[in-house]
C-alpha cells in the first residue's frame, strides 16, 4: 500500500529564506507524487506533479520538488519565501485513481 | 472557464437529518472524487465515480454514506442520520480520464457542522 508522510506539521520562515517542506513516500513500485497548496477555507491547488519524467519538477509559484528514489523522498522547495506563500501544503501520492494525501505542512512566513 | 463548482459552501444540520452535498465538474470531465477533511487532519479518499458509475467506494463508510454521479447534473453526496463526527469540509475533484497522472481539479469544498 502506498503512503506519505511529511515531516513537520509547522514550518516556519522568514521572508526571502528557504523553503524546504519534506515529504517522504511509501511504495512497492515507483509512484506518481503531488504537491497541493490550500490558502484559508479553499479548495486545493496543484503545485507540481512527478510523473516519472525528469526527476526535478518546476511547478508554480517558484516551487519545485525532485524526486529521489534512493530516498524515497520528494521534498518541496522555493529559494526565496513570499508573505503569500503562507497556506497549508499536502504532498500526495496515487499508483491508480485515488490520491493518498500526507496530513498536511502549515508554512508560516515572517516579515 | 469554470473551474469544479460545488454547493453550499458551508451546511448546518442537526443530528438525524440529511446533508446533500453538489458537485458539478469541470467542463469536459467525467471522472469525479469526493474526498473527506477532518480538522486538522490531510483529505481521505472517499469515493471515485464515472457517468452513472461507482468504480471505487474502498473509503466510504459503510452505512449512511451514498454517492452517485448520473448522467445529467451534478455529483451528489449524501449523507443520512448525520451524527457530530461527520463535521468537517467534504472536498469535490475532477478529472478528464483515469490515467494515474491526470490531475485532479479540486472544488472549495462543503464545510458541514453537525450541531
Known amino acids: 500500500a502506498q503512503s506519505v508522510t511529511q515531516l513537520g506539521s509547522h514550518v516556519s520562515v522568514s521572508e526571502g529564506a528557504l523553503v524546504l517542506l519534506r515529504c517522504n513516500y511509501s511504495?512497492?513500485?515507483?509512484?506518481?507524487l503531488f504537491w497541493y497548496v490550500q490558502y484559508p477555507n479553499q479548495g486545493l491547488q496543484l503545485l507540481l506533479k512527478?510523473?516519472?519524467?525528469?526527476?526535478l519538477v518546476k511547478g508554480i509559484n517558484g516551487f519545485e520538488a525532485e524526486f529521489k528514489k534512493s530516498e524515497t523522498s520528494f521534498h518541496l522547495t522555493k529559494p526565496s519565501a513570499h508573505m503569500s506563500d503562507a497556506a497549508e501544503y499536502f504532498c500526495?501520492?496515487?499508483?491508480?485513481?485515488?490520491?493518498?494525501f500526507g496530513t498536511g505542512t502549515r508554512l508560516q512566513v515572517f516579515p | 472557464n469554470a473551474g469544479v463548482m460545488q454547493n453550499p459552501r458551508h451546511l448546518v444540520r442537526r443530528r438525524g437529518q440529511e446533508a446533500r452535498l453538489r458537485c458539478s465538474p469541470m467542463?469536459?470531465?467525467?471522472?469525479v472524487y469526493w474526498y473527506r477533511q477532518l480538522p486538522e487532519e490531510g483529505l481521505k479518499f472517499m469515493v471515485y465515480?464515472?457517468?452513472?458509475?461507482?468504480?471505487?467506494e474502498s473509503g466510504m463508510p459503510k452505512e449512511r454514506f451514498s454517492a452517485e454521479f448520473p448522467k445529467e447534473g451534478p455529483s451528489i453526496l449524501r449523507i443520512q442520520q448525520v451524527v457530530r463526527g461527520d463535521s468537517a469540509a467534504y472536498f469535490c475533484?475532477?478529472?478528464?480520464?483515469?490515467?494515474?497522472?491526470?490531475?485532479?481539479?479540486f472544488g472549495p469544498g462543503t464545510r458541514l457542522t453537525v450541531l
Open positions: 475533484a475532477s478529472s478528464p480520464g483515469q490515467r494515474s497522472t491526470d490531475t485532479q481539479y
Open positions: 500526495a501520492v496515487t499508483l491508480t485513481d485515488k490520491l493518498i
Open positions: 467542463k469536459g470531465h467525467s471522472h
Open positions: 512527478y510523473t516519472s519524467a525528469a526527476t
Open positions: 511504495s512497492s513500485v515507483p509512484p506518481y
Open positions: 465515480l464515472q457517468k452513472e458509475n461507482i468504480i471505487d
